[in-house]
């Protein structure tokens, strides 16, 4: 039931992108991003609903392609800030918000 | 500020005593979620509810019971704590389906 998250953890010097990928096996409603740090709650970061749009937060963005069921966050030009575990949630249509097991970024200068 | 309060930010039980985990919000929210946080699982969802006296199974019932008694208000009971429950709670609310989640900063049990 929750999506997979992929990769597992990732390791960047400041200024270097990444993708993280989430897909589902089910059908999606909407799909909401977070980051965690550590000993901290989760903190919403964007909500994407169907229709395969993208949306921005910063320097990080977000695309939703609803026919394959899968989301892709970009992080571009990574600050040190940007550090933490990364989560997606996927909605479907019985309401049900499900998280994948989570992205750790380590972002070194 | 909006507000996800968790009554307990660490509980010690025994197997078998019965866990009573409180989640308030301030923000007149309708829907309420638990979830449990595990490393290399993520988060799970246990139970959420999307008005007073309602309540949906999540990925992760078996063990579990809510309770929804005043908007505001979410608890979860553990009718008779294991050592698998050991583990960090997260409560959250939303507005509606399509908005962010609130969480609490979290209660981390340990069963003995």
């Known amino acids: 039931q929750q999506p997979v998250q992929s990769p597992q953890a990732v390791i960047l010097r400041e200024g270097e992108d990444a993708v993280i990928n989430c897909s589902s096996s089910k059908a999606l409603y909407s799909v909401h991003w977070y980051r965690q740090k550590h000993g901290e709650a989760p903190v919403f970061l964007m909500i994407?609903?169907?229709?395969?749009e993208q949306k921005g937060h910063d320097k990080i963005s977000a695309s939703f392609n609803e026919k394959k069921q899968q989301s892709s966050l970009y992080l571009t030009a990574s600050q040190l800030s940007y550090s933490g575990t990364y989560f997606c949630?996927?909605?479907?249509?019985?309401?049900?918000?499900?998280f994948g097991a989570g992205t750790t970024v380590t972002v070194r200068a | 500020d909006v507000k996800v309060t968790q009554s307990s930010r660490y509980l010690v039980k025994r197997t078998g005593e019965k866990v009573f985990l409180e989640c308030v919000q301030d923000m007149d929210h309708e829907n309420m979620f638990w979830y449990r946080q595990d490393p290399g699982l993520g988060l799970r969802l246990i139970y959420f509810s999307y008005d007073v006296k309602m309540k949906e199974k999540g990925d992760i019932p078996e063990g579990y019971s809510v309770s929804r008694e005043k908007k505001e208000r979410f608890s979860l009971i553990l009718e008779s704590a294991s050592t698998n429950q050991t583990s960090m709670y997260l409560c959250?609310?939303?507005?509606?389906?399509?908005?962010?989640?609130?969480f609490g900063e979290g209660s981390r049990l340990t069963v003995l």
């Open positions: 949630g996927t909605e479907r249509a019985d309401y049900k918000l499900s």
């Open positions: 994407l609903l169907k229709g395969g």
């Open positions: 959250a609310s939303s507005i509606d389906r399509v908005r962010e989640l609130f």
